[in-house]
């Protein structure tokens, strides 16, 4: 059974930046597309950034374009978050999840389209960031 543990959240200041993790473990993550989603206090949950894991082909949705940066370190398994320019609108639970799969296709999905969850196989618990201005 995969696991997913995020880690890096905390409180920055408009302007800020700030890096999260998210740790795979217990599955191999290659052939797989791993994705940032977030959910802002009382509103839904939508994906924001995934990559491909099999080639590191990536994609992002218009509200992070140009601001975070998603990688891979596929030696430690791990999938990283770089938030740049953080904005108060940045608030949220941010969580990382994970499909097995190999299409491209599927992973600019997550970031284009509300996700059902169990579409994804595994889900992390998720991490708060909070911005103020």
């Known amino acids: 059974q995969g696991r997913l543990v995020e880690s890096g959240g905390g409180s920055v200041l408009a302007g800020g930046s700030l890096r999260l993790s998210c740790a795979v473990s217990?599955?191999?993550?290659?052939?797989?597309?791993i994705a940032w989603f977030r959910q802002p206090p009382g509103k839904g949950r939508d994906g924001i950034a995934s990559?491909?894991?099999?080639?590191?082909?990536?994609n992002y949705d218009r509200s992070v374009e140009g601001r975070f940066t998603i990688s891979q370190d596929s030696a430690k398994n791990t999938v990283f978050l770089q938030m740049n320019g953080l904005q108060p609108e940045d608030t949220a639970l941010y969580t990382c999840?994970?499909?097995?799969?190999?299409?491209?296709?599927?992973?600019?999905?997550?970031?284009?389209?509300?996700?059902?969850?169990?579409?994804?196989?595994?889900w992390g618990q998720g991490t708060q960031v909070t911005v103020s201005s």
């Open positions: 999840a994970a499909r097995r799969t190999a299409l491209q296709e599927e992973c600019i999905a997550m970031v284009r389209y509300p996700v059902d969850p169990d579409a994804m196989h595994y």
């Open positions: 990559i491909l894991t099999s080639d590191g082909t990536t």
């Open positions: 217990d599955y191999t993550s290659g052939n797989s597309c």
